[in-house]
């Protein structure tokens, strides 16, 4: 896997340096999806995928199904299963209304019925699923992707029926963040053979998850249940005998604050870039009067050019903060809250190791009463001090084969975990700056269309 | 930390030159040449030294220069406005006053938060700051020597004596800047002027091209007004666009050098290849505010000089037709008919004066006008299409 990942780094960057102007024949390549001729063949990517269709308000597919995955195949890994969330639709009206998501699965593993399937399922569907593969997987050292946010706010705009922009983009966002989330859940090996996701993705019709709603009993024992959680983190002082786990958490903590720093950052971007655009549209708009009132021809008809091309630049400008955000944005905060979920595995090792210390310390006591009652001769009290022993004796090899489990788990997790962010990191940001060069060419365009009307000026 | 950038260097390099008459076309010929040869920033004043060439008998030596500040070059141009002899020109409008009080606070703000923030996010924000303040300045500096040409390239003001004194006179002029008695003074004046300016524009003038100018005037001084705004905050944006990718540049690079594995030289070059995209960025935005921005603003501040000759046009049109109505009054009465005929002749004098000569400012104030939109949406489009061809090579 790791010769995969340096010949990767050189490809990428052979292709990005080649300077892309508009007739040149490099360009074809990097805009299909064939693997490039400008990469050494080793291993050919599609890193680089259809371009965005401008027109329609939809996220990037962003894992395509690469050549890597097949190779991977190889080494055991399948990943023949896709799955595309959309057709958002209305169902029912005023507060007790919702979206239900059309989830399409394509697979030709054996253990689903059929090859091609779909079912309608609502948010608190996805969020059911999780809470159960939350429940039985992470205290074993699993590391669960975690489910999109609630927002009580975007979700009540579009109940109460407001048509505008504003809930379209979250019922969009909402869309991408939920297909990401599957395609995730389904990468993991075992998360897959799960009875509960294979029954979200194939039943027709799935028990309503009541315990999701936020202010319902469920939550409100979760929100406590968190809490007190965070109390017990503080006061267990784990000996840690390997420092492998250590340094991880470590690195987990860094790289928790670097995320977050530049999401913040990012999310400047997307705001400025749409401010940009929504004053490049006014000033197209005073540059299109101006060229009207005008009264030297050659002039006034530049000016209302000069109107057009602003106009044109701004629409790329929309799409740009588009693209900076379902492609940028979105993996950032995607990945702060997957790390939350390995801090959260790391977490339950400790527990697991408390767990482990208590039962020791309590066959100790219980060795010490043994030998007490032994002293005082009290033999009905040696016999139940006795089984006392054995039964714990037996709860500290449970406890020591737990905790051995948990962190062989934890340590095969966070492995796949860092080749994950690897490839997703790699792949979304080569696409993003895809993006910015096609947003580059297209200005080339305009201007170069708009030069000769400034020339004709006379 | 503002130490660095008071008592500067030279801050024009012959390249920088070329920035001169960025918004107006002007044929300098070898009569009278001027030029800001250097300029100085002060604590909280620009000194600019005037430098002049020139065959004119009227000038002790053929070539010399002057320190003036902003204030003087105010009092230039007001000497014109006062002076009734030249009401029929269109005055070229005053440059605006030095203002680097946005840019200062920033350059604060970013020695306050030196702690904040890693050494080399502030050495890339310094950097940034002090362009921009370096753009400020040059900017100034363009528009004072704009003025400056406009005056010596017009046939009649470069003959002007306050000019040649300004010029010239090697000692402070003593221009006070105006205090607030006279500030409340022009302040009335001001009104005044816009009330009479509404009255005298309600009389139809008999000539077709002034009516048509006056029309014209009134809604292109608007537009260019609100364009001016516009291309303004639309510049701005693309700076704050740029400031952020600096912010993600840098936090790429801590990224890329938490360790040295695959992913974090990914990052790192990641992190180059943002550093390059606001370069360029900034750059564009800084052509946008040269060749749009700057262009527009220039034509707003003499579109509104344009519709002060046609106001003192009509003003002098109003008095002549008053001069008439009074001596026809006096001659009806038969009483200070001399009088009334005198006035009733140097208004008429004074008019046909003002026609005259505001009719051929009008045609040159197009012609102008026409070639620096010409010049410089050409050079917008060359400069985009330059920063839009920059390709990511490392």
């Known amino acids: 896997a790791e010769v995969v990942l340096d010949d990767d780094r050189e490809d990428l960057f052979a292709e990005a340096t080649e300077e892309v102007s508009l007739d040149s024949p490099e360009r074809e390549p990097i805009l299909s999806s064939e693997p490039s001729p400008a990469v050494t063949p080793v291993t050919p990517t599609t890193l680089i995928a259809p371009r965005i269709e401008s027109k329609s308000l939809s996220a990037p597919v962003i894992f395509d199904r690469s050549r890597e995955e097949i190779e991977e195949e190889a080494n055991g890994d399948v990943f023949d299963i896709e799955i595309g969330v959309s057709d958002p639709e209305k169902v029912g009206d005023g507060m007790n209304a919702y979206m239900a998501y059309r989830v399409t699965t394509k697979t030709s593993l054996s253990m689903f019925s059929k090859s091609e399937f779909s079912v309608k399922r609502r948010f608190s569907d996805f969020l059911g699923l999780h809470s159960k593969l939350a429940s039985k997987y992470l205290h074993v050292g699993y590391i669960v992707p975690p489910a999109p946010e609630k927002s009580i706010v975007g979700m009540t705009k579009v109940k109460v029926g407001k048509e505008d922009s504003s809930s379209t983009e979250f019922v969009e966002k909402r869309r991408a963040a939920l297909e990401r989330y599957l395609q995730r859940t389904v990468k993991h090996p075992t998360l897959l053979q799960d009875p509960d996701l294979r029954q979200f993705l194939e039943s027709s019709e799935l028990p309503r998850a009541v315990n999701t709603q936020a202010l319902s009993g469920a939550g409100i024992l979760r929100m406590v249940n968190k809490a007190a959680d965070a109390v017990n983190k503080m006061t267990i002082k784990m000996n840690e005998s390997d420092a492998w786990f250590e340094e991880k958490q470590q690195q987990f903590e860094n790289l928790d604050q670097q995320l977050r720093k530049l999401h913040a950052s990012v999310e400047a971007l997307v705001c400025h870039r749409k401010e940009l655009s929504a004053n490049t549209a006014a000033f197209a708009k005073s540059a299109a009067m101006l060229g009207n009132s005008e009264d030297h021809t050659a002039l006034s008809r530049a000016l209302s050019q000069l109107a057009e091309v602003e106009e044109k630049i701004d629409q790329l400008h929309q799409e740009q903060a588009f693209a900076d955000f379902y492609m940028f944005s979105e993996l950032l905060s995607d990945y702060i809250r997957l790390i939350a979920a390995v801090k959260g595995v790391f977490d339950h090792r400790m527990k697991c190791w408390q767990k482990w210390e208590d039962a020791q310390i309590t066959l100790l006591k219980k060795r010490e009463t043994e030998a007490k009652m032994m002293v005082a001769n009290k033999p009905d009290k040696i016999q139940q001090a006795k089984n006392e022993i054995r039964e714990w004796e037996a709860k500290v090899q449970q406890g020591e084969r737990d905790f051995e489990q948990i962190s062989k788990t934890i340590r095969k997790e966070v492995g796949r975990f860092e080749k994950e962010r690897v490839k997703d990191f790699k792949t979304v940001i080569i696409k993003y700056l895809e993006s910015l060069v096609q947003t580059q060419q297209q200005l080339i365009k305009y201007w170069e269309a708009f030069l000769p009307e400034a020339k004709a000026i006379a | ?394």
């Not at chain 2, 009255?199 to 091209?209: A, H």
């Not at chain 2, 666009?241 to 840098?250: K, L, P, Q, V």
């Open chain 2, 1 to 394: 930390m503002m130490e660095g950038l008071d008592d500067g260097p030279d801050f024009l390099s012959e390249e920088d030159r070329g920035l001169k008459a960025i918004n107006v076309d002007l044929q300098s010929d070898a009569a009278l040449q001027v030029d800001i040869s250097d300029a100085l920033s002060e604590r909280d004043k620009v000194k600019f030294t005037v430098h002049t060439k020139s065959s004119l008998p009227n000038f002790k030596q053929n070539e010399f220069s002057v320190v003036r500040q902003h204030e003087e070059f105010i009092w230039l141009h007001d000497s014109f406005i006062e002076n009734e002899d030249y009401a029929g020109y269109i005055i070229p409008p005053a440059p605006p006053r030095p203002d680097f009080d946005a840019s200062r606070e920033k350059l604060q703000k970013l020695g306050e938060g030196e702690g904040s923030m890693t050494k080399e996010e502030f050495t890339k924000m310094k950097q940034e700051l002090e362009a921009e303040y370096l753009a400020i300045f040059k900017k100034t500096v363009a528009m004072h020597e704009v003025f400056l040409c406009r005056v010596a390239a017009h046939p009649i003001l470069r003959k002007d004596l306050n000019f040649h004194v300004f010029l010239e006179y090697n000692q402070d002029l003593s221009v006070r800047g105006k205090n607030k008695k006279e500030k409340l003074e022009d302040f009335f004046k001001n009104m005044v002027k816009s009330a009479d300016g509404v009255i005298v524009s309600g009389v139809k003038d008999v000539d077709d091209f002034f009516e048509h100018e006056r029309t014209f005037l009134l809604e292109y001084h608007n537009r260019v007004k609100d364009a001016s705004a516009k291309s303004d905050r639309m510049t701005r944006s693309h700076k704050s666009a740029a400031d952020d990718y600096n912010r993600i540049g840098s936090s790429l690079y801590a990224l890329g050098t938490q360790d040295s594995t695959d992913i974090c030289k990914f990052f790192l070059k990641v992190s180059e290849l943002f550093d390059k995209t606001r370069k360029i960025e900034a750059r564009v935005s800084a052509d946008e505010d040269l060749k749009l921005s700057d262009l527009l603003k220039y034509y707003l501040r003499e579109s509104q000089a344009a519709k002060d000759l046609l106001y003192r046009r009509s003003r002098s049109l109003v008095d002549y037709e008053n001069a008439n109505k009074a001596l026809d009054k006096a001659r009806a009465k038969n009483k200070d008919v001399l009088q009334a005929e005198t006035s009733q002749q140097l208004c008429c004098q004074k008019f046909e004066k003002i026609s005259e000569s505001a009719k051929q400012e009008l045609i040159d104030f197009k012609t102008r006008r026409v070639a620096a939109f010409r010049k410089n949406l050409v050079e917008l489009a060359e400069l985009e299409l330059k920063h839009a061809k920059v390709s990511f090579v490392t």
